[in-house]
C-alpha cells in the first residue's frame, strides 16, 4: 500500500455552506491529507479539527491540502459543522459507503466506522506517509506539516534522506547509490 497509487474513487464533500463532488483527480499536483477520523459529535476529533484549522494556513504554504474524512453522511458533516465546529476551513469528505476507508485499509470492520489514521498522498497520487493511532488520541498536525515537507524535499532531492532531526536548517543525509 505504500508507496502505491490511490485507487480511483468518487463521493460527496461537504465544503464552504455546499455539497460538491470529489474525486482522486482532484488530489493531482498538491500534496493531500486524508485525516480519517471515526465519526462525527465525538470528544478528540474537534480538538484535532480545530487545530488543523489554525494551521491551514501552514499547508497552503507548501501546496498542501486537508481533507477530514469519516464514515458519516455528508448531511451529518454538514449538520456538524453548522452546529459546532463552524471554525472548519476545509473540506469533509463523506465515505458512507465505506470505499475509501477500506480502499486504504482503515475501516474498523468491529464497528463500521474508520479508523483514527492520517494518509498523505503526493502530487502524484502516490501514498507516501500512513499513520494510525488509537481511537482515544489525538494526532500532532505539527508532525504532520513537517513529514509534508520531509517527503517534499527528499521528492525534489534524488539520493537524499532527511533524519527525524531535519529541518530545513539542518543537512539531509546523501544516499549516492
Keep these: 500500500m505504500l508507496n502505491t497509487r ?3 474513487f468518487k463521493t460527496i464533500s461537504y465544503y464552504k ?4 463532488e470529489i474525486k482522486e483527480k482532484n488530489f493531482l499536483n498538491k500534496w ?5 477520523f471515526p465519526f462525527s459529535f465525538s470528544f478528540i476529533c474537534p480538538t ?3 487545530e488543523i484549522s489554525s494551521y491551514i494556513n501552514n499547508f497552503k504554504k507548501i501546496n ?3 481533507f477530514a474524512i469519516s464514515t458519516d453522511s455528508h448531511y451529518t458533516h454538514k449538520k456538524w459543522i453548522e452546529n459546532e465546529i463552524n471554525f472548519v476551513n476545509f473540506p469533509f469528505i463523506s465515505d458512507f459507503n465505506h470505499n475509501l476507508s477500506k480502499n486504504f485499509n482503515v475501516l474498523n470492520k468491529k464497528d463500521g466506522n474508520s479508523y483514527r489514521a492520517t494518509i498523505i498522498i503526493d502530487p502524484n497520487l502516490i ?3 500512513i499513520e494510525l493511532v488509537d481511537i482515544n488520541i489525538g494526532r ?9 515537507k520531509m517527503l517534499n524535499f527528499v521528492n525534489l532531492n534524488e539520493n537524499k534522506v532527511c533524519p527525524y532531526t531535519w529541518n530545513f536548517d539542518s543537512k539531509s543525509i ?3 547509490v
Design 174 to 176: 546523501n544516499v549516492n
Design 17 to 20: 455552506k455546499k455539497f460538491y
Design 6 to 8: 490511490i485507487k480511483p
Design 48 to 50: 484535532e479539527l480545530k
Design 32 to 36: 493531500n491529507v486524508l485525516f480519517f
Design 140 to 148: 500532532s498536525i505539527i508532525e504532520i506539516e513537517k513529514k509534508i
Design 127 to 129: 501514498i507516501k506517509c
Design 64 to 66: 498542501a491540502e486537508i
